[in-house]
């Protein structure tokens, strides 16, 4: 483990700790405005037209990114996540995000926490 890895264990070490998750949770809640504020100047920041240019450039020519991106767009539109819907790995987390195990069967999807989520990509 080198010295990133490590300082990167440290600070979610930190994070998970459950008195600190509240402090958290009440630094957020007392400073939401200078947050937010923070949010939009980082998002003007962002150069979009070219973060739009490099989807579509990959798009074009990336036949795998173009399929993959059409599934997604099909169940975004006919796939809601259902309010108060649980992790299907987990069961403990609401679910957040939607999981193509076979982007051949778009509508096939797993409800899934981000956390879960993330770990099943790992995997593969």
């Not at 070490?13 to 937010?36: F, G, H, M, V």
């Not at 070219?50 to 796939?79: M, N, P, S, W």
């Not at 108060?84 to 899934?112: M, T, W």
């Amino acid at each position: 483990m080198n010295k990133e890895e490590r300082k990167k264990a440290k600070r979610k070490e930190y994070r998970d700790k459950p008195e600190n998750k509240e402090r958290q949770k009440e630094y957020y809640k007392s400073n939401i405005k200078k947050i937010l504020k923070k949010q939009k100047e980082y998002d003007k920041k962002r150069d979009r037209k070219k973060v739009y240019e490099y989807i579509k450039k990959r798009y074009q020519t990336d036949k795998e990114f173009k399929r993959k991106f059409l599934v997604r767009k099909k169940a975004r539109g006919k796939i809601s996540i259902p309010k108060k819907q649980i992790c299907g790995i987990c069961k403990k987390n609401l679910a957040v995000e939607r999981h193509h195990e076979d982007y051949s069967k778009p509508l096939e999807v797993k409800f899934l926490c981000k956390k879960c989520h993330i770990n099943i990509h790992k995997i593969k």
